[in-house]
């Protein structure tokens, strides 16, 4: 069983629709849950983080993590084009982070 | 800002033979990383290190592989003899310390990455 699961799209959207990127992990003792963005030919950078459950706002992006179904979401609320990116699901315990497959992103004009 | 630096940008090289793979970490920070990910898929941890060994590794870090910190600045990652599936973009990471609880996360700051091709 993969440690963490990304359906990796492509997923194309209009700009200004909501978006909903998910991903499902299996370890339980993962304590951190992160957002990762990565555009092309580039590193990945980190986009948000949570630790434990519960939601984590920060402007048009909110993380949320429910640790009882293993389940890791992060939504986009009024996507720009300059949003377009993959983005990586991860997680961390100790200083072993695991990422997901990622999952391309293209908003439209 | 202060930024995790890689050299080269893109590597060819011939099956069998050596390559070093170039970071320079964040001056301040102490735990080092090394990540690869073949194209179109998913970005792999292969090492960890802190205290001038290595910590953790994963499974693809067999004895083909190994990192060093030569000096106060650079964090290296060697392939002795390599395959044509080690053809892929390595990352390097730091990270100041070490997580621990809600206030106490540490980010790990990626690198550019170095594309490995093995012909």
Known sequence: QKEVEQDPGPLSVPEGAIVSLNCTYSNSAFQYFMWYRQYSRKGPELLMYTYSSGNKEDGRFTAQVDKSSKYISLFIRDSQPSDSATYLCATLTNNDMRFGAGTRLTVKP | ?119
């Open chain 2, 1 to 119: 800002e202060p930024e995790v630096t890689q050299t080269p940008s893109h590597q060819v090289t011939q099956m069998g033979q050596e390559v070093i793979l170039r970071c320079v970490p964040i001056s301040n920070h102490l735990y080092f990383y090394w990540y690869r990910q073949i194209l179109g898929q998913k970005v792999e941890f292969l090492v960890s290190f802190y205290n001038n060994e290595i910590s953790e590794k994963s499974e693809i870090f067999d004895d083909q592989f190994s990192v060093e910190r030569p000096d106060g600045s650079n964090f290296t990652l060697k392939i002795r003899s390599t395959k044509l599936e080690d053809s892929a973009m390595y990352f390097c990471a730091s990270k100041e310390r070490t997580s621990g609880g809600l206030l106490l996360y540490n980010e790990q700051f990626f690198g550019p990455g170095t594309r490995l091709t093995v012909l």
